[in-house]
């Protein structure tokens, strides 16, 4: 069955970095393909989506290009913030099912 | 409008109890989901209603789990004989799907259940 593979964590990185987090996926047919974030405390919320091949979605300074050649979708930021701590997990559906979750990355930030 | 809400935030319970999870999805959705989700893993899903309709059950949804949403807004997930394994966050969430547009899933904060 489908499925989504993201890099373990956690990733531990000092305010200003780089940030890249890996996810690849298993899928039959054409996903679409999300990063949600879980902030401390709060609930899973939509970062940003891509629903066809080359498509990059973006938000907040996060972005991901969907990548069907490689099967791809890894998100990046260029410069964090200690306001980005917080778990990041990609996920996939096919047209009409239900989302597919990785195991989620957590990204801690200090300053 | 507030948002998915969930209802109780946590639950304590011994090992055999039936436990009743609530959720309230925002109120224009047509789809409900439930999740669940353990330490250190992404949410799995359970099932989801399209309106009242229960159109998808995972694997995962024993026999000891029901869920209903009976006049399609909220929605109930029912855990009977409780086991220590049924220990998890259970997420509930709902979307609006027009066509074949899945709609952006909304999640509420989550009902946290410990099996004693």
């Known amino acids: 069955g489908d499925s989504v593979t993201q890099m373990e964590g956690p990733v531990t990185l000092s305010e200003e970095a780089c940030l890249t987090i890996n996810c690849t996926y298993t899928a039959t047919g054409y996903p679409s393909l999300f990063w949600y974030v879980q902030y401390p405390g709060e609930g899973l919320q939509l970062l940003l989506k891509a629903t066809k091949a080359d498509d990059k979605g973006s938000n907040k300074g996060f972005e991901a290009t969907y990548r069907k050649e490689t099967t791809s979708f890894h998100l990046e930021k260029g410069s964090v913030q200690v306001s980005d701590s917080a778990v990041y997990f990609c996920?996939?559906?096919?047209?009409?099912?239900?989302?597919?979750f990785g195991k989620g990355t957590t990204l801690s930030v200090s300053s | 409008d507030t948002g998915v809400s969930q209802d109780p935030r946590h639950k304590i319970t011994k090992r055999g109890q039936n436990v009743t999870f609530r959720c309230d999805p925002i109120s224009e959705h047509n789809r409900l989901y439930w999740y669940r989700q353990t330490l250190g893993q992404g949410p799995e899903f359970l099932t989801y209603f399209q309106n009242e309709a229960q159109l998808e059950k995972s694997r995962l949804l024993s026999d000891r789990f029901s869920a209903e949403r009976p006049k399609g807004s909220f929605s109930t997930l029912e855990i009977q004989r409780t086991e220590q394994g049924d220990s998890a966050m259970y997420l509930c969430?709902?979307?609006?799907?027009?066509?074949?547009?899945?709609?952006?899933?909304?999640f509420g904060e989550g009902s946290r259940l410990t099996v004693l």
């Open positions: 969430a709902s979307s609006l799907v027009t066509g074949t547009n899945t709609g952006e899933l909304f």
């Open positions: 996920a996939l559906n096919q047209a009409g099912t239900a989302l597919i």
